[in-house]
């Protein structure tokens, strides 16, 4: 049996381990947010500071790459210019070109001695060719999985399904990357094939990455035991541009919602527009009521979702289920034809932007570990729009009508996938 399939194998054994021990069952969250201010209001970054952790900062920039021909030139550029430290977490991290190209570009940094700390998830990794690991670690670099399963530790399986979906590359604490692209071909080129993805990655620069380093640290710590701390990590920042920001982060160990509250919390601030990007679309209860609450209000709510290229289709089925009083409301939901579509994006009333690793679903609310930039800026905001509008033009909308015709079949199949959608 080859390693990958001895790992899904293993996976196997553990959730079903993990559902006799904790009955793997997700925690409710019944917040109730009523509409109280609008975006532009003072109070609404004060509460998303208080309520998520971090406060929004000034002086920051952040620039747009789009699909992995502007991906991953920035992020191997900014790895081969790093004098000091380089703290890298991802989720998927798979064998091929561009998983080559980023452990020689980290093996080089580390042989000439910048302090080198790679975190992949055991799970989201599992194509990882052993060798890449093996090259880093001899030259010097740290690599660390996220809670793999041990069989000789019992607990690790009630730790499975909390994996971290996190996206964070921060180099000599000045420069930080944050987005949806995971370390893999499926990124690479420009959204041009059904097999190479759409989806978006930020630079950043500005005070902002001292939260980005510290969310780096968060899991850090988390999985060696280990503090990383001197100015080689913590720089003093200087202004970058206009764009205030907020890195936060979210992890089930903690017994954190911040994620969910925080999509909550800038839906019910909208007076004109939501527009939501999502890989995986699997929305709760309180979540469709927020939503549709902002229709009631007047607003326009439109999400883009990826169509029949998706990669995972139990999630659009599941998804499909759950449009019924969205589409009832008027909200408008699109889903995008060329590839598959893994961005996430969130734009508030052409000023509040969320960005980041998550999806709106139950695993990145309650199961994972995730990390968002919310960034309020009318020029990125405008920005935003403009991509989001671009992904629409080749787009499908789903009206209503055509969701209420769709066959039994399709039909069957959701109401069986919806059943799964709390691990989704």
């Given at each position: 049996?080859?390693?990958?399939?001895?790992?899904?194998?293993?996976?196997?054994?553990?959730?079903?381990?993990?559902?006799?021990?904790?009955?793997?069952?997700?925690?409710?969250?019944?917040?109730?947010?009523?509409?109280?201010?609008?975006?532009?209001?003072?109070?609404?970054a004060r509460t998303m500071g208080h309520l998520l952790g971090p406060p929004l900062v000034q002086g920051n920039h952040v620039t747009t790459l789009i699909n992995g021909d502007q991906i991953f030139p920035a992020m191997l550029s900014a790895i081969a210019s790093a004098q000091k430290t380089?703290?890298?977490?991802?989720?998927?991290?798979?064998?091929?070109?561009?998983?080559?190209?980023?452990?020689?570009?980290?093996?080089?940094?580390?042989?000439?001695?910048?302090?080198?700390?790679?975190?992949?998830?055991?799970?989201?990794?599992?194509?990882?060719?052993?060798?890449?690991?093996?090259?880093?670690?001899?030259?010097?670099?740290?690599?660390?999985?996220?809670?793999?399963?041990?069989?000789?530790?019992?607990?690790?399986?009630?730790?499975?399904?909390?994996?971290?979906?996190?996206?964070?590359?921060?180099?000599?604490?000045?420069?930080?990357?944050?987005?949806?692209?995971?370390?893999?071909?499926?990124?690479?080129?420009?959204?041009?094939?059904?097999?190479?993805?759409?989806?978006?990655?930020?630079?950043?620069?500005?005070?902002?990455?001292?939260?980005?380093?510290?969310?780096?640290?968060?899991?850090?710590?988390?999985?060696?035991?280990?503090?990383?701390?001197?100015?080689?990590?913590?720089?003093?920042?200087?202004?970058?541009?206009?764009?205030?920001?907020?890195?936060?982060?979210?992890?089930?160990?903690?017994?954190?919602?911040?994620?969910?509250?925080?999509?909550?919390?800038?839906?019910?601030?909208?007076?004109?527009?939501?527009?939501?990007?999502?890989?995986?679309?699997?929305?709760?209860?309180?979540?469709?009521?927020?939503?549709?609450?902002?229709?009631?209000?007047?607003?326009?709510?439109?999400?883009?979702?990826?169509?029949?290229?998706?990669?995972?289709?139990?999630?659009?089925?599941?998804?499909?289920?759950?449009?019924?009083?969205?589409?009832?409301?008027?909200?408008?939901?699109?889903?995008?034809?060329?590839?598959?579509?893994?961005?996430?994006?969130?734009?508030?009333?052409?000023?509040?932007?969320?960005?980041?690793?998550?999806?709106?679903?139950?695993?990145?609310?309650?199961?994972?570990?995730?990390?968002?930039?919310?960034?309020?800026?009318?020029?990125?905001?405008?920005?935003?729009?403009?991509?989001?509008?671009?992904?629409?033009?080749?787009?499908?909308?789903?009206?209503?009508?055509?969701?209420?015709?769709?066959?039994?079949?399709?039909?069957?199949?959701?109401?069986?996938?919806?059943?799964?959608?709390?691990?989704?």
């Amino acid at each position: 049996m080859s390693r990958i399939m001895q790992r899904f194998a293993h996976l196997h054994i553990a959730i079903l381990l993990c559902a006799a021990l904790v009955g793997c069952e997700a925690k409710a969250v019944n917040y109730q947010i009523n509409h109280e201010y609008g975006v532009a209001d003072p109070q609404f970054a004060r509460t998303m500071g208080h309520l998520l952790g971090p406060p929004l900062v000034q002086g920051n920039h952040v620039t747009t790459l789009i699909n992995g021909d502007q991906i991953f030139p920035a992020m191997l550029s900014a790895i081969a210019s790093a004098q000091k430290t380089i703290n890298f977490e991802t989720y998927v991290y798979w064998s091929g070109d561009i998983g080559k190209q980023f452990s020689d570009a980290l093996a080089e940094r580390a042989r000439a001695g910048v302090k080198a700390h790679v975190i992949i998830d055991w799970v989201g990794s599992g194509r990882i060719d052993r060798r890449y690991i093996r090259k880093m670690t001899d030259a010097g670099a740290r690599v660390v999985e996220y809670n793999p399963l041990r069989f000789y530790d019992v607990t690790s399986a009630s730790r499975l399904n909390n994996r971290t979906h996190r996206k964070l590359l921060v180099i000599d604490g000045v420069i930080g990357f944050t987005g949806g692209a995971g370390i893999a071909d499926e990124w690479k080129g420009d959204a041009d094939s059904p097999e190479h993805w759409r989806d978006t990655h930020y630079q950043i620069r500005g005070p902002v990455v001292e939260q980005m380093q510290a969310a780096f640290m968060d899991n850090w710590m988390k999985t060696t035991g280990q503090v990383l701390h001197s100015a080689d990590y913590f720089v003093a920042s200087e202004s970058a541009g206009d764009d205030a920001a907020q890195l936060f982060m979210s992890s089930s160990t903690g017994g954190s919602m911040s994620m969910q509250l925080m999509y909550l919390l800038s839906i019910a601030a909208a007076e004109k527009s939501v527009l939501l990007g999502s890989a995986y679309f699997v929305p709760d209860d309180l979540t469709i009521k927020t939503i549709v609450a902002a229709r009631k209000r007047g607003v326009r709510v439109v999400v883009l979702l990826p169509g029949r290229q998706i990669d995972v289709k139990t999630v659009r089925h599941a998804s499909r289920a759950r449009w019924g009083a969205m589409l009832t409301a008027g909200v408008e939901i699109y889903e995008y034809r060329p590839t598959m579509y893994h961005c996430k994006v969130m734009i508030v009333d052409d000023r509040w932007v969320a960005i980041g690793s998550s999806n709106l679903d139950n695993r990145s609310f309650r199961l994972n570990d995730e990390a968002n930039l919310n960034v309020l800026s009318e020029r990125f905001a405008a920005e935003q729009t403009l991509m989001f509008e671009q992904d629409l033009a080749k787009s499908r909308q789903i009206t209503l009508q055509m969701w209420r015709n769709r066959p039994l079949g399709e039909r069957m199949i959701e109401a069986f996938a919806s059943l799964l959608g709390p691990l989704l």
